[in-house]
């Protein structure tokens, strides 16, 4: 996890190396509401983790800057719609 600040989106992946290295934004509501209450409840979480894994790694495996750019997009509008969701 890392502080990214509320309206940064609520999960960032990157490469290092080949290793995909998925960082959560611990300000954003969707990490404080899901992760952190029911961190727990294994089976809830670890759903979370692949979830979040999975779309990161296709986001990186995206072929062209367009289409890389447009995914990052993708998953900026979901997590401020999460974030809305959350917080009215």
Partial sequence: ???LGMTAPFFEGMLEGRKVVVTYNSDH???E???LE???NRSLTTGID???YS???AELLAAGEDT??????MREDVSFNLRQLLTT
């Fill in 38 to 40: 029911n961190q727990d």
């Fill in 50 to 52: 692949y979830l979040v």
């Fill in 1 to 3: 996890t890392q502080s």
């Fill in 55 to 57: 779309i990161a790694t």
């Fill in 68 to 73: 890389y750019r447009f995914i990052q997009r």
């Fill in 33 to 35: 509401r899901f992760i």
């Fill in 29 to 31: 509501p969707f990490f």
